[in-house]
């Protein structure tokens, strides 16, 4: 089993950038792939981004050519650049882990705890 850790999230101004990080303990992060959701009150969580095991990389279309997925298989981590923020962007970030790169919550075995955004406008 791996457990995910998101870290890195925070208040930004509308525009700025923030980047998160996915570590993990247990098993590497290395053997999954990964994903980033993202989740405010009283809505489903929405996928954001996801990296295979061989750097294959998807996007939302709300993110795409402002966030980039990345991983450092030697650091056991995963990280989202966040560039050109918006307020509707605010949301509470999860890392999530899975067999296989997909869009649905359901394809993840693994979930870290998540790791507030707050864009101010």
């Known amino acids: 089993q791996v457990q995910p850790v998101e870290s890195g999230g925070g208040l930004v101004q509308a525009g700025g950038s923030l980047r998160l990080s996915c570590a993990a303990s247990?098993?590497?992060?290395?053997?999954?792939?990964m994903a980033w959701f993202r989740q405010v009150p009283g809505k489903e969580r929405e996928f954001i981004a996801a990296i295979s095991r061989n750097l294959f990389t998807f996007y939302a279309d709300s993110v795409k050519g402002r966030f980039t997925i990345s991983r450092d298989n030697a650091k056991n981590t995963v990280y989202l650049q966040m560039n050109s923020l918006k307020p509707e962007d605010t949301a509470l970030y999860y890392c999530?882990?899975?067999?296989?790169?997909?869009?649905?919550?359901?394809?993840?075995?693994?979930w870290g705890q998540g790791t507030q955004v707050t864009v101010s406008s």
């Open positions: 999530a882990a899975g067999s296989k790169v997909a869009t649905t919550t359901q394809s993840y075995d693994y």
């Open positions: 247990g098993r590497t992060l290395s053997s999954y792939a």
